[in-house]
Protein backbone atom coordinates (compact mmCIF):
# COMPACT_ATOMS: atom_id res chain seq x y z
CA UNK A 1 0.00 0.00 0.00
CA UNK A 2 1.33 3.69 -0.75
CA UNK A 3 2.30 6.23 1.47
CA UNK A 4 -0.42 8.72 0.08
CA UNK A 5 -3.17 5.42 0.18
CA UNK A 6 -2.42 4.50 3.73
CA UNK A 7 -2.47 8.44 4.94
CA UNK A 8 -5.79 9.16 3.12
CA UNK A 9 -7.14 5.66 5.04
CA UNK A 10 -6.18 7.39 8.37
CA UNK A 11 -7.49 9.99 7.53
CA UNK A 12 -10.51 9.00 6.39
CA UNK A 13 -10.87 6.26 8.94
CA UNK A 14 -11.63 3.72 7.15
CA UNK A 15 -9.82 0.31 8.14
CA UNK A 16 -9.78 -3.29 8.62
CA UNK A 17 -12.46 -2.55 12.11
CA UNK A 18 -14.71 -0.65 10.37
CA UNK A 19 -15.56 -3.16 7.53
CA UNK A 20 -15.47 -6.32 10.67
CA UNK A 21 -18.11 -4.22 12.36
CA UNK A 22 -20.20 -4.17 8.81
CA UNK A 23 -20.07 -7.53 8.71
CA UNK A 24 -21.25 -7.35 11.96
CA UNK A 25 -24.28 -6.37 11.53
CA UNK A 26 -25.08 -8.10 8.47
CA UNK A 27 -28.60 -9.61 8.49
CA UNK A 28 -28.66 -12.96 9.99
CA UNK A 29 -30.52 -14.79 7.31
CA UNK A 30 -29.49 -14.63 4.39
CA UNK A 31 -33.15 -14.71 3.09
CA UNK A 32 -34.62 -12.30 5.75
CA UNK A 33 -36.56 -9.31 4.02
CA UNK A 34 -34.44 -6.26 4.26
CA UNK A 35 -36.90 -3.22 5.77
CA UNK A 36 -36.19 0.15 3.93
CA UNK A 37 -37.34 3.90 3.55
CA UNK A 38 -36.93 5.93 0.59
CA UNK A 39 -36.07 9.48 1.28
CA UNK A 40 -36.79 12.17 -1.56
CA UNK A 41 -39.41 9.78 -4.36
CA UNK A 42 -38.96 12.54 -6.59
CA UNK A 43 -36.99 11.76 -9.97
CA UNK A 44 -34.48 9.25 -8.92
CA UNK A 45 -36.08 7.84 -5.96
CA UNK A 46 -39.27 6.75 -8.50
CA UNK A 47 -37.17 5.07 -10.25
CA UNK A 48 -35.39 3.73 -6.84
CA UNK A 49 -38.75 2.93 -5.22
CA UNK A 50 -40.34 1.19 -8.38
CA UNK A 51 -37.21 -1.35 -8.23
CA UNK A 52 -37.86 -1.72 -4.29
CA UNK A 53 -41.25 -2.40 -4.18
CA UNK A 54 -41.21 -5.47 -6.85
CA UNK A 55 -38.15 -7.00 -5.38
CA UNK A 56 -39.49 -9.89 -3.51
CA UNK A 57 -36.83 -9.75 -0.30
CA UNK A 58 -37.56 -5.91 0.25
CA UNK A 59 -39.77 -4.55 2.28
CA UNK A 60 -40.66 -0.96 1.55
CA UNK A 61 -41.99 0.62 4.81
CA UNK A 62 -41.77 3.87 4.27
CA UNK A 63 -41.87 6.28 1.36
CA UNK A 64 -40.80 9.96 3.14
CA UNK A 65 -40.91 13.38 0.83
CA UNK A 66 -41.82 17.52 1.91
CA UNK A 67 -43.65 17.13 -0.89
CA UNK A 68 -47.42 15.91 -0.24
CA UNK A 69 -48.18 14.99 -3.91
CA UNK A 70 -44.75 13.24 -4.82
CA UNK A 71 -45.49 10.91 -0.96
CA UNK A 72 -48.43 10.02 -2.16
CA UNK A 73 -47.47 9.12 -5.58
CA UNK A 74 -44.92 7.35 -4.44
CA UNK A 75 -47.23 4.91 -1.30
CA UNK A 76 -49.27 4.31 -4.38
CA UNK A 77 -46.65 3.19 -6.27
CA UNK A 78 -45.61 0.75 -3.59
CA UNK A 79 -49.16 -0.05 -2.88
CA UNK A 80 -50.38 -1.29 -6.48
CA UNK A 81 -46.38 -3.01 -7.12
CA UNK A 82 -46.26 -5.00 -3.96
CA UNK A 83 -49.57 -5.12 -2.58
CA UNK A 84 -48.62 -3.08 1.04
CA UNK A 85 -49.21 0.63 1.94
CA UNK A 86 -46.06 1.64 3.06
CA UNK A 87 -45.60 4.31 6.19
CA UNK A 88 -46.08 8.21 4.61
CA UNK A 89 -43.15 10.43 6.94
CA UNK A 90 -43.08 14.06 5.98
CA UNK A 91 -39.75 14.15 8.55
CA UNK A 92 -37.14 11.63 7.45
CA UNK A 93 -36.28 11.30 11.31
CA UNK A 94 -39.30 9.58 11.84
CA UNK A 95 -37.49 7.18 9.29
CA UNK A 96 -34.15 7.19 11.19
CA UNK A 97 -36.11 6.34 14.24
CA UNK A 98 -37.51 3.06 13.48
CA UNK A 99 -35.75 0.42 14.67
CA UNK A 100 -37.54 -2.02 11.94
CA UNK A 101 -35.89 0.34 9.58
CA UNK A 102 -32.14 -1.66 8.23
CA UNK A 103 -31.40 1.06 5.24
CA UNK A 104 -32.47 4.03 3.26
CA UNK A 105 -32.38 5.06 -0.15
CA UNK A 106 -31.95 8.90 0.34
CA UNK A 107 -32.66 10.66 -3.61
CA UNK A 108 -33.10 13.87 -2.15
CA UNK A 109 -31.50 16.69 -3.96
CA UNK A 110 -27.57 16.98 -3.53
CA UNK A 111 -27.83 19.61 -0.35
CA UNK A 112 -29.12 17.26 1.45
CA UNK A 113 -27.20 13.75 0.52
CA UNK A 114 -24.34 14.08 3.61
CA UNK A 115 -26.83 15.43 6.37
CA UNK A 116 -29.21 13.13 5.89
CA UNK A 117 -26.72 10.43 5.12
CA UNK A 118 -24.63 10.98 8.76
CA UNK A 119 -27.77 10.86 10.18
CA UNK A 120 -28.92 7.92 9.16
CA UNK A 121 -25.52 6.09 9.78
CA UNK A 122 -25.74 7.35 13.29
CA UNK A 123 -28.84 5.90 13.53
CA UNK A 124 -27.55 2.44 12.73
CA UNK A 125 -28.86 2.70 8.99
CA UNK A 126 -27.17 1.38 5.82
CA UNK A 127 -27.24 4.23 3.46
CA UNK A 128 -27.25 4.50 -0.13
CA UNK A 129 -27.33 7.88 -1.21
CA UNK A 130 -27.43 9.73 -4.79
CA UNK A 131 -24.47 10.77 -6.51
CA UNK A 132 -23.17 12.61 -6.27
CA UNK A 133 -22.61 11.91 -2.28
CA UNK A 134 -21.58 14.96 -1.09
CA UNK A 135 -22.47 18.81 -1.67
CA UNK A 136 -18.54 19.56 -0.79
CA UNK A 137 -15.47 18.72 -0.42
CA UNK A 138 -15.68 18.73 3.62
CA UNK A 139 -18.97 16.90 3.37
CA UNK A 140 -17.14 13.95 1.86
CA UNK A 141 -14.68 13.67 4.61
CA UNK A 142 -17.68 13.78 7.15
CA UNK A 143 -19.31 10.75 5.65
CA UNK A 144 -16.54 8.72 5.56
CA UNK A 145 -15.81 9.00 9.02
CA UNK A 146 -19.74 8.56 9.64
CA UNK A 147 -19.46 5.07 7.60
CA UNK A 148 -16.36 4.20 9.92
CA UNK A 149 -17.33 5.41 13.25
CA UNK A 150 -20.77 3.37 12.73
CA UNK A 151 -19.47 0.35 10.45
CA UNK A 152 -22.47 0.41 8.21
CA UNK A 153 -22.88 0.12 4.35
CA UNK A 154 -23.09 2.82 2.39
CA UNK A 155 -23.41 2.61 -1.32
CA UNK A 156 -23.27 5.69 -3.79
CA UNK A 157 -25.99 5.63 -6.59
CA UNK A 158 -23.21 5.65 -9.46
CA UNK A 159 -24.77 2.43 -10.53
CA UNK A 160 -21.67 1.98 -14.07
CA UNK A 161 -19.89 0.31 -10.89
CA UNK A 162 -21.67 -2.45 -11.09
CA UNK A 163 -22.92 -2.80 -15.66
CA UNK A 164 -21.16 -5.84 -16.44
CA UNK A 165 -19.85 -4.02 -19.92
CA UNK A 166 -18.48 -1.62 -17.91
CA UNK A 167 -16.59 -3.89 -15.63
CA UNK A 168 -15.41 -5.69 -18.37
CA UNK A 169 -14.39 -2.54 -19.87
CA UNK A 170 -12.23 -1.87 -16.84
CA UNK A 171 -10.68 -5.37 -16.26
CA UNK A 172 -9.09 -4.96 -19.78
CA UNK A 173 -7.64 -1.70 -19.20
CA UNK A 174 -6.09 -2.83 -15.67
CA UNK A 175 -4.91 -6.01 -17.32
CA UNK A 176 -3.06 -3.66 -19.75
CA UNK A 177 -4.68 -4.42 -22.83
CA UNK A 178 -4.13 -0.67 -24.10
CA UNK A 179 -0.75 -0.56 -22.24
CA UNK A 180 -0.35 2.01 -19.23
CA UNK A 181 -3.24 4.61 -19.47
CA UNK A 182 -1.66 8.26 -18.74
CA UNK A 183 -4.62 10.52 -19.41
CA UNK A 184 -8.70 9.80 -18.99
CA UNK A 185 -11.08 12.30 -20.50
CA UNK A 186 -15.00 12.32 -19.62
CA UNK A 187 -17.39 14.30 -20.94
CA UNK A 188 -21.12 15.38 -20.63
CA UNK A 189 -22.54 17.14 -24.39
CA UNK A 190 -25.87 17.59 -24.53
CA UNK A 191 -28.65 20.06 -24.93
CA UNK A 192 -31.08 21.00 -21.73
CA UNK A 193 -33.55 23.59 -21.69
CA UNK A 194 -33.19 27.06 -19.97
CA UNK A 195 -34.70 27.64 -16.36
CA UNK A 196 -35.84 31.49 -17.20
CA UNK A 197 -35.33 33.99 -14.35
CA UNK A 198 -38.23 33.92 -11.85
CA UNK A 199 -39.10 36.30 -9.00
CA UNK A 200 -40.13 34.93 -5.08
CA UNK A 201 -42.80 33.65 -4.48
CA UNK A 202 -45.26 31.54 -2.32
CA UNK A 203 -44.70 28.04 -2.27
CA UNK A 204 -47.40 25.54 -3.40
CA UNK A 205 -49.19 24.15 0.16
CA UNK A 206 -48.30 21.09 -0.99
CA UNK A 207 -44.48 21.75 0.03
CA UNK A 208 -43.06 22.12 3.11
CA UNK A 209 -40.35 24.32 1.71
CA UNK A 210 -38.68 25.17 4.77
CA UNK A 211 -37.54 21.25 5.03
CA UNK A 212 -37.04 20.87 1.40
CA UNK A 213 -34.12 23.74 2.20
CA UNK A 214 -33.22 21.99 5.36
CA UNK A 215 -29.55 22.63 6.44
CA UNK A 216 -28.97 25.40 3.86
CA UNK A 217 -29.11 29.27 3.81
CA UNK A 218 -33.00 30.19 3.75
CA UNK A 219 -33.83 31.56 0.15
CA UNK A 220 -36.77 32.55 -1.00
CA UNK A 221 -38.73 30.39 -2.77
CA UNK A 222 -39.23 30.20 -6.62
CA UNK A 223 -40.68 28.52 -8.88
CA UNK A 224 -37.52 28.10 -10.88
CA UNK A 225 -35.35 26.54 -7.98
CA UNK A 226 -37.32 23.04 -7.89
CA UNK A 227 -38.18 20.25 -8.34
CA UNK A 228 -35.04 18.71 -10.57
CA UNK A 229 -33.98 22.38 -11.72
CA UNK A 230 -32.11 22.92 -7.75
CA UNK A 231 -28.83 21.45 -9.42
CA UNK A 232 -28.30 24.97 -11.37
CA UNK A 233 -28.27 26.59 -8.05
CA UNK A 234 -25.10 26.71 -5.77
CA UNK A 235 -26.54 25.88 -2.66
CA UNK A 236 -28.51 22.93 -3.23
CA UNK A 237 -26.77 21.56 -6.53
CA UNK A 238 -23.26 20.88 -8.05
CA UNK A 239 -24.18 21.78 -11.40
CA UNK A 240 -24.28 18.94 -14.71
CA UNK A 241 -20.72 18.25 -14.03
CA UNK A 242 -22.15 17.16 -10.29
CA UNK A 243 -25.32 15.71 -12.10
CA UNK A 244 -24.67 13.80 -15.51
CA UNK A 245 -21.11 14.39 -15.52
CA UNK A 246 -20.25 12.76 -12.22
CA UNK A 247 -21.50 9.14 -13.37
CA UNK A 248 -17.87 9.86 -16.26
CA UNK A 249 -15.73 11.03 -14.16
CA UNK A 250 -16.28 8.28 -11.61
CA UNK A 251 -15.75 5.53 -14.49
CA UNK A 252 -12.83 7.97 -15.62
CA UNK A 253 -10.78 7.82 -11.86
CA UNK A 254 -11.67 3.61 -12.21
CA UNK A 255 -9.87 3.34 -15.17
CA UNK A 256 -7.35 5.21 -14.38
CA UNK A 257 -7.17 3.17 -11.71
CA UNK A 258 -6.11 6.76 -9.29
CA UNK A 259 -6.78 6.20 -5.32
CA UNK A 260 -6.59 9.51 -4.11
CA UNK A 261 -7.65 12.97 -4.96
CA UNK A 262 -5.49 14.98 -7.35
CA UNK A 263 -2.58 17.19 -6.41
CA UNK A 264 -4.06 20.29 -8.57
CA UNK A 265 -6.64 21.51 -10.56
CA UNK A 266 -8.14 23.76 -13.13
CA UNK A 267 -11.02 24.75 -15.06
CA UNK A 268 -12.03 27.34 -17.00
CA UNK A 269 -15.94 27.85 -17.94
CA UNK A 270 -19.10 29.74 -17.38
CA UNK A 271 -22.39 30.66 -18.59
CA UNK A 272 -21.72 31.19 -22.21
CA UNK A 273 -25.01 30.17 -23.68
CA UNK A 274 -27.87 29.97 -21.07
CA UNK A 275 -29.26 33.73 -20.02
CA UNK A 276 -31.18 32.37 -17.08
CA UNK A 277 -31.00 32.00 -13.68
CA UNK A 278 -28.93 28.59 -13.71
CA UNK A 279 -25.21 29.83 -11.85
CA UNK A 280 -23.17 26.95 -12.91
CA UNK A 281 -21.09 26.69 -16.14
CA UNK A 282 -22.78 25.35 -18.97
CA UNK A 283 -18.94 25.77 -20.62
CA UNK A 284 -16.71 23.84 -19.07
CA UNK A 285 -13.06 22.35 -19.52
CA UNK A 286 -11.26 20.96 -16.51
CA UNK A 287 -8.03 19.18 -16.16
CA UNK A 288 -6.44 17.51 -12.80
CA UNK A 289 -3.58 16.13 -12.10
CA UNK A 290 -2.19 13.60 -9.91
CA UNK A 291 0.83 12.76 -8.13
CA UNK A 292 3.35 10.39 -8.88
CA UNK A 293 2.84 8.65 -4.99
CA UNK A 294 -0.35 6.93 -5.43
CA UNK A 295 0.93 5.55 -8.92
CA UNK A 296 2.20 2.44 -9.71
CA UNK A 297 4.00 3.51 -11.99
CA UNK A 298 5.94 6.06 -10.58
CA UNK A 299 4.22 8.91 -13.26
CA UNK A 300 1.91 11.26 -13.27
CA UNK A 301 -1.48 10.74 -14.31
CA UNK A 302 -4.20 13.43 -16.23
CA UNK A 303 -7.67 13.70 -16.02
CA UNK A 304 -9.47 16.04 -18.19
CA UNK A 305 -13.18 17.04 -18.57
CA UNK A 306 -15.25 18.34 -20.61
CA UNK A 307 -19.01 19.70 -20.71
CA UNK A 308 -20.97 21.90 -23.06
CA UNK A 309 -24.56 21.70 -22.43
CA UNK A 310 -25.86 23.41 -25.08
CA UNK A 311 -25.14 21.30 -28.09
CA UNK A 312 -27.43 18.96 -29.66
CA UNK A 313 -24.94 16.20 -31.02
CA UNK A 314 -23.12 13.76 -29.01
CA UNK A 315 -19.14 13.54 -28.40
CA UNK A 316 -17.27 10.13 -29.95
CA UNK A 317 -20.56 8.65 -30.15
CA UNK A 318 -21.32 9.39 -26.46
CA UNK A 319 -23.62 11.98 -24.93
CA UNK A 320 -21.84 11.30 -21.60
CA UNK A 321 -18.60 9.55 -22.09
CA UNK A 322 -15.01 8.50 -20.98
CA UNK A 323 -11.65 8.45 -23.18
CA UNK A 324 -8.63 6.33 -21.44
CA UNK A 325 -5.85 7.19 -23.86
CA UNK A 326 -2.85 4.27 -22.99
CA UNK A 327 0.63 3.74 -24.49
CA UNK A 328 -0.59 1.20 -26.98
CA UNK A 329 -4.25 2.40 -27.70
CA UNK A 330 -7.17 4.34 -26.52
CA UNK A 331 -10.72 3.24 -25.77
CA UNK A 332 -14.09 5.48 -25.67
CA UNK A 333 -16.60 4.37 -23.57
CA UNK A 334 -20.68 5.54 -23.19
CA UNK A 335 -21.40 4.30 -19.36
CA UNK A 336 -24.52 4.08 -20.35
CA UNK A 337 -24.39 1.92 -23.88
CA UNK A 338 -20.60 0.18 -24.05
CA UNK A 339 -17.13 1.06 -25.44
CA UNK A 340 -14.75 -0.12 -27.89
CA UNK A 341 -10.84 -0.06 -27.77
CA UNK A 342 -8.52 0.82 -30.21
CA UNK A 343 -4.95 0.01 -30.81
CA UNK A 344 -2.19 1.51 -33.14
CA UNK A 345 -3.69 3.41 -36.32
CA UNK A 346 -6.83 2.97 -34.74
CA UNK A 347 -7.36 -0.84 -35.13
CA UNK A 348 -10.53 -2.25 -33.59
CA UNK A 349 -9.10 -4.56 -30.93
CA UNK A 350 -12.71 -5.26 -29.27
CA UNK A 351 -16.26 -4.06 -28.36
CA UNK A 352 -19.25 -4.57 -25.78
CA UNK A 353 -22.21 -2.73 -25.51
CA UNK A 354 -24.47 -3.81 -22.84
CA UNK A 355 -27.19 -1.55 -20.56
CA UNK A 356 -26.76 0.26 -17.35
CA UNK A 357 -27.57 -2.37 -14.61
CA UNK A 358 -29.46 -0.28 -11.76
CA UNK A 359 -30.85 -3.52 -10.19
CA UNK A 360 -27.15 -5.17 -9.98
CA UNK A 361 -26.23 -1.95 -8.21
CA UNK A 362 -28.95 -2.68 -5.49
CA UNK A 363 -28.54 -6.04 -5.45
CA UNK A 364 -24.53 -5.59 -4.26
CA UNK A 365 -26.07 -2.75 -1.55
CA UNK A 366 -28.28 -5.23 -0.38
CA UNK A 367 -26.06 -8.80 -0.11
CA UNK A 368 -23.73 -6.67 1.22
CA UNK A 369 -26.03 -5.98 4.29
CA UNK A 370 -27.00 -9.52 4.08
CA UNK A 371 -22.79 -10.63 4.14
CA UNK A 372 -23.33 -12.58 1.12
CA UNK A 373 -21.33 -10.22 -0.78
CA UNK A 374 -18.45 -8.32 1.31
CA UNK A 375 -17.57 -5.71 -1.30
CA UNK A 376 -19.59 -2.49 -2.16
CA UNK A 377 -18.94 -1.36 -5.92
CA UNK A 378 -19.34 1.92 -5.17
CA UNK A 379 -18.40 2.68 -2.01
CA UNK A 380 -17.69 5.52 0.06
CA UNK A 381 -14.06 6.64 -1.04
CA UNK A 382 -14.93 5.90 -4.99
CA UNK A 383 -18.11 8.48 -4.18
CA UNK A 384 -15.62 10.59 -2.36
CA UNK A 385 -13.17 10.92 -5.14
CA UNK A 386 -15.70 11.76 -7.68
CA UNK A 387 -17.53 14.20 -6.83
CA UNK A 388 -14.27 15.76 -5.07
CA UNK A 389 -13.29 16.02 -9.17
CA UNK A 390 -16.16 17.71 -9.25
CA UNK A 391 -16.33 20.62 -6.25
CA UNK A 392 -13.12 21.17 -7.31
CA UNK A 393 -13.64 21.90 -10.68
CA UNK A 394 -16.28 24.26 -10.17
CA UNK A 395 -14.83 25.67 -7.18
CA UNK A 396 -11.53 26.64 -9.72
CA UNK A 397 -13.98 27.81 -12.86
CA UNK A 398 -15.47 30.47 -10.15
CA UNK A 399 -12.42 31.90 -8.58
CA UNK A 400 -10.82 31.59 -12.17
CA UNK A 401 -7.23 29.87 -11.03
CA UNK A 402 -5.08 26.83 -11.33
CA UNK A 403 -5.48 25.38 -7.63
CA UNK A 404 -3.06 23.49 -5.50
CA UNK A 405 -4.89 20.60 -3.60
CA UNK A 406 -3.62 18.77 -0.89
CA UNK A 407 -5.23 15.19 -1.58
CA UNK A 408 -4.50 14.67 2.26
CA UNK A 409 -5.71 17.16 3.83
CA UNK A 410 -8.06 18.35 1.27
CA UNK A 411 -7.30 21.72 1.94
CA UNK A 412 -6.40 24.25 -1.15
CA UNK A 413 -3.31 25.81 -0.39
CA UNK A 414 -2.54 28.38 -2.62
CA UNK A 415 -5.82 30.52 -2.65
CA UNK A 416 -7.48 31.56 0.59
CA UNK A 417 -11.23 32.31 -1.33
CA UNK A 418 -10.85 28.69 -3.19
CA UNK A 419 -9.88 27.45 0.28
CA UNK A 420 -13.32 28.64 1.97
CA UNK A 421 -15.08 26.76 -0.87
CA UNK A 422 -14.03 23.72 0.50
CA UNK A 423 -16.83 23.97 2.62
CA UNK A 424 -20.44 26.04 2.71
CA UNK A 425 -22.65 27.87 5.05
CA UNK A 426 -24.92 26.35 6.75
CA UNK A 427 -28.22 27.46 8.83
CA UNK A 428 -28.98 26.87 12.27
CA UNK A 429 -31.15 23.48 11.70
CA UNK A 430 -31.53 20.01 13.35
CA UNK A 431 -30.23 18.05 10.38
CA UNK A 432 -26.66 20.61 10.22
CA UNK A 433 -23.77 18.07 11.22
CA UNK A 434 -22.14 18.67 14.13
CA UNK A 435 -17.87 18.87 13.01
CA UNK A 436 -18.65 21.04 9.90
CA UNK A 437 -15.67 23.24 11.11
N1 LIG B 1 -28.07 7.60 -10.44
C1 LIG B 1 -28.67 8.22 -11.44
O1 LIG B 1 -28.59 7.82 -12.60
C2 LIG B 1 -29.45 9.47 -11.16
C3 LIG B 1 -30.33 10.00 -12.13
C4 LIG B 1 -31.05 11.15 -11.81
C5 LIG B 1 -30.86 11.77 -10.58
N2 LIG B 1 -29.98 11.25 -9.68
C6 LIG B 1 -29.75 11.88 -8.36
O2 LIG B 1 -30.93 11.72 -7.59
C7 LIG B 1 -31.09 12.85 -6.73
C8 LIG B 1 -32.47 13.43 -6.94
O3 LIG B 1 -32.55 13.97 -8.24
P1 LIG B 1 -33.98 14.19 -8.92
O4 LIG B 1 -33.74 14.65 -10.29
O5 LIG B 1 -34.80 12.97 -8.71
O6 LIG B 1 -34.55 15.40 -8.03
P2 LIG B 1 -36.06 15.77 -7.69
O7 LIG B 1 -36.06 17.20 -7.33
O8 LIG B 1 -36.96 15.31 -8.79
O9 LIG B 1 -36.40 14.86 -6.43
C9 LIG B 1 -35.93 15.12 -5.14
C10 LIG B 1 -37.04 14.78 -4.15
O10 LIG B 1 -36.52 14.95 -2.81
C11 LIG B 1 -37.55 15.55 -2.05
N3 LIG B 1 -36.98 16.17 -0.85
C12 LIG B 1 -36.29 17.32 -0.73
N4 LIG B 1 -35.95 17.55 0.54
C13 LIG B 1 -36.42 16.49 1.25
C14 LIG B 1 -36.38 16.15 2.62
N5 LIG B 1 -35.79 16.94 3.54
N6 LIG B 1 -36.99 15.00 3.02
C15 LIG B 1 -37.62 14.20 2.13
N7 LIG B 1 -37.69 14.49 0.80
C16 LIG B 1 -37.08 15.61 0.37
C17 LIG B 1 -38.19 16.55 -3.01
O11 LIG B 1 -39.43 17.00 -2.58
C18 LIG B 1 -38.24 15.71 -4.28
O12 LIG B 1 -39.43 14.95 -4.39
C19 LIG B 1 -29.96 13.81 -7.08
O13 LIG B 1 -28.92 13.69 -6.16
C20 LIG B 1 -29.51 13.38 -8.44
O14 LIG B 1 -28.14 13.65 -8.68
C21 LIG B 1 -29.30 10.10 -9.95
Known amino acids: ?????????????????????????????????ITVGVIGPGGMGTAHTRLLSANKDVRVKYVCDVDDNRR????????????????????????????????VFIATPDHWHAPASILALDAGKH???????????????????????????LQ????????????????????????????????????????GKQQPSDPPTTL?????????????????????????????????????????????????????????????????????????????????????DGNPQGRKKQLIFEQRIWSPYVQEGYENGCAFYGTNGVMILGHTQGWKMYGPRM???????????????????????????TKLNADVKAGQLASGIVHLANIAARVGSVLHFDPVKEQITNNDDANALVRRQYRDHWSTPNRVG
Open 347 to 373: KLLAENAGPVELPRHHANFLDCIRGTQ
Open 156 to 195: VGTQSRSTRVIEEAMQRLHAGEIGEIMVAKAWNSQRRGSI
Open 208 to 292: DFDSWVGPAPLVPYQSNLLHGVWRWWYDFGCGDMGNDGVHDIDVALWGLGVDSHPSSATCMGGKYFFDDDQQFPDTQYAVFEYPV
Open 1 to 33: MTTQRRDFLKTAGIGAAALSMASQTAKAAANEQ
Open 127 to 153: VYVEKPCCHNIREGRLMSEAVARNGRC
Open 72 to 103: AKAAELVKSSSGKSPEQAKDMRTVFDDKEVDA
